[in-house]
């Protein structure tokens, strides 16, 4: 069904995985075509409850495939391939996005665009030996596939200015020091924490959880008066919901809802 990627479901969380270890994983046309139709068929499917991205090989991802990028013949604008830029903005989009709860699981390097798509998630797990870089300034460029959007919302705006502006390589402890990260797990333990805190999320009201990503991803160009503007039409969305109803009758019975994301 795919070339660059594997797809699998453990129950209610699906796992999208880039598979192109000989290239580190980075994002060439295929490979970024290839994610963006995995996250749709994610987000359409009612039984995908949250999402783990990932990287096979001992990387996560090494940003923008750059080689498809040196078949350029001399003279030639040398700015990337314009299909490729659309693509990948649009894959950034799809993941911010999506109306589940996602978590980047990074096992070795993130870098770049790579760095820019675990930041598109909800939360970002990582295994002792990853490594992270902006990469950007290292080559005299400035970020362009939403870091400069994404990092400050989630390291906040001085780390971010550091982390872009120096272009250092930050290991597993320098990263969950500065926010970049969520969690730090050993490299055996990688799957089995990230999946367990996946499942967690998977078994909650899945329609109020992407309500409450959509209001926060979004809170920052409004006014607390507009928020709540916002979060009173959501409720109602919210109040037609099966989940909400067994979440009343739980409260009541004093016992633990259970959620079918509906």
Request: net charge negative; charged share 20%.
């Amino acid at each position: 069904m795919y070339k660059y990627i594997e797809t699998e479901r453990h129950d209610a969380v699906a796992v999208i995985a880039l598979n192109r270890p000989e290239a580190r994983n980075a994002l060439g046309m295929g490979l970024t075509i290839e994610l963006r139709r995995a996250v749709k068929e994610a987000a359409a499917d009612t039984g995908v409850r949250a999402l783990i991205l990932t990287g096979r090989g001992g990387a996560f991802c090494a940003g923008a495939d750059v080689k498809e990028w040196a078949n350029k013949v001399e003279g030639d604008d040398p700015w990337p391939d314009m299909n490729w830029m659309e693509e990948s903005l649009k894959l950034i989009q799809d993941v911010h996005n999506l109306a589940k709860p996602t978590i980047a699981m990074i096992d070795g390097a993130a870098v770049g665009a790579g760095l820019d798509m675990a930041l598109s998630c909800d939360f970002r797990y990582a295994s002792e030996r990853s490594k992270f870089i902006c990469s950007y300034t290292n080559v005299g460029y400035s970020p362009d596939c939403g870091g400069t959007w994404l990092m400050p919302r989630v390291m906040g705006l001085e780390a971010a200015k550091r982390f872009a502006f120096t272009g250092e390589l930050w290991n597993a402890q320098i990263a969950l020091e500065n926010r970049l990260i969520s969690h730090v797990a050993t490299q055996a333990n990688l799957f089995s924490e990230t999946l367990a805190f996946a499942q967690q999320l998977a078994a909650g009201p899945t329609v109020a959880i992407g309500l409450a990503k959509k209001l926060m991803n979004t809170s920052f160009t409004r006014s607390l008066a507009e928020q709540q503007i916002e979060e009173v039409a959501a409720g109602h969305i919210c109040a037609t919901t099966k989940d909400h109803v067994e979440g009343l009758a739980a409260a009541n019975e004093r016992r633990a809802p259970k959620f079918i994301g509906a």
